[in-house]
């Protein structure tokens, strides 16, 4: 049984642990709405640009450049991760490793050789401990402020494209956490590098008719399957940073909640021990009285 | 004029513009080009310019972008634009000091960093806009 001095101080210590969730859970809600406004900002950019490729990858065939054709070998894999700087968000970053961590032992017992980059510090702890010979890379994203990922974005593209024309790797899978709602977060391989239209993408039926290219078919492939690229970054970082606060968010309402319960029954315990101090006390008194 | 045209413009940032238009004028890499509605296939790169949306004769909006693709098929006429703005409402102060600020980040980076490339690009970009502007 704790002493009333005991449960006094856990009480107090309860109730500060609570104010510090609580105003992480307003931090994060605030940081949501703008994260969710700039990833759904972004989406429309995002998916017509899917719809472009499709549309000229599909008429381009198999002799289109190395990013789209692929370097036509699947032996070595690079696997970018994606998760957050921060912990504290739930179960946000270990859906994403737990993802990546199955990602790459299946390609390892293909025989594959795997590669990992890591984006945010989080993913890159969790993995070090299995695969730390396999790192090729990090990006630290803890110096961005806010939303502005686009240059982080440009970098990490032009970084793939570079490695990738350098032979470093033969295709790239994104391991992100795809953002659907406040509650839910989808973690979501999606293949990068050659560079595949998404099967949903609208293409559009032109009938036979034939399509124009100015200045040429693979002048326009050549320019915008980078961006291409860059663009699937910058829409996985902005859907990740999303998701991170959402789920922080989510995770620290838990906890609030959760602390206000301890609060509560530890409050029950406390009167209770006190009223048994109080009766213990006066048990004493009165029978040292019936004694004289 | 019947038949309208389905335009819609995006940058990464954001959607700037998605309805029915007349005609839609933008700055191919080959040359300026017009689109009305039922135009045939065609896609280009863009160069820096004046996007001019035209609402019968009269030009109804102007958008100044950065590079980009335009994609027309029969479900009208996409713009991706690598950065974009409505040109109404900017002032060439406005810019002049974008500029200056552009320039300072600029400069503290390295060389051959490629997020310097891509502040070069958009401190071109707004160099261009401003000669818009200017005129």
């Known amino acids: ?292 | 004029m019947a038949d309208k045209l389905h335009f819609s413009l995006v940058s990464p940032a954001r959607e700037l513009f998605s309805g029915e238009v007349d005609h839609v004028i933008a700055p191919g890499t080959d040359g300026e080009f017009g689109v009305l509605a039922h135009h045939a296939p065609f896609m280009t790169t863009l160069k820096n310019g004046v996007v001019r949306v035209l609402e019968g004769d009269t030009v109804k909006m102007r958008i100044f972008v950065r590079g980009g693709f335009a994609d027309v098929t029969s479900a009208g006429l996409t713009i991706l634009a690598e950065e974009a703005r409505m040109l109404d409402g900017v002032s060439a102060g406005d810019v002049q000091e974008e500029m200056d600020a552009t320039l300072l980040k600029m400069q503290a980076l390295d060389k051959d960093d490629s997020v310097r490339a891509t502040l070069q690009e958009h401190f071109d970009y707004l160099e261009s806009l401003k000669a818009v502007l200017v005129h």
């Open chain 1, 1 to 292: 049984m704790p002493s009333l001095k005991d449960l006094k101080n856990r009480i107090a210590s309860v109730k500060s642990t609570r104010k510090i969730t609580k105003a992480m859970q307003m931090v994060a809600a605030a940081k949501l709405k703008r994260a969710q406004d700039a990833a759904t900002a972004a989406r429309p950019y995002a998916q017509r640009m899917a719809a472009v490729l499709a549309n000229l990858s599909a008429s381009a065939g198999a002799g289109g450049p190395k990013l789209l054709a692929g370097t036509g070998s699947d032996q070595t894999h690079l696997v970018v991760v994606m998760t957050a700087e921060r912990g504290l968000a739930g179960g946000f970053n270990a859906y994403t490793v737990k993802l990546a961590r199955q990602t790459i032992r299946a390609l390892q017992d293909d025989g594959k050789t795997v590669k990992i980059l890591s984006v945010g510090k989080k993913g890159r702890e969790s993995l070090k401990r299995e695969f730390s010979d396999l790192f090729v890379g990090h990006v630290d994203l803890s110096a961005v402020k806010g939303d502005s990922f686009t240059s982080n974005a440009i970098a990490l593209g032009h970084d793939l494209t570079k490695r990738f024309d350098d032979g470093e790797f033969d295709v790239a899978t994104l391991i992100y956490s795809q953002f659907k709602n406040v509650l839910t977060q989808v973690p979501t391989a999606q293949q990068l590098i050659p560079a595949a239209a998404p099967a949903d993408a609208e293409t559009v039926d032109l009938a036979g008719a034939i399509y124009r290219y100015e200045p040429s078919e693979t002048a326009i492939l050549e320019t915008l399957l980078p961006r291409y690229i860059t663009t699937q970054v910058l829409s996985a970082m902005l859907e990740s940073s999303a998701g991170e606060q959402a789920s922080r968010m989510t995770a620290m309402d838990n906890a609030t909640r959760n602390a206000g319960e301890m609060i509560d029954s530890l409050s029950l315990q406390y009167n209770r021990a006190r009223q048994a101090q109080i009766t213990k006390e006066l048990i004493e008194i009165i029978s040292g009285a019936e004694a004289l």
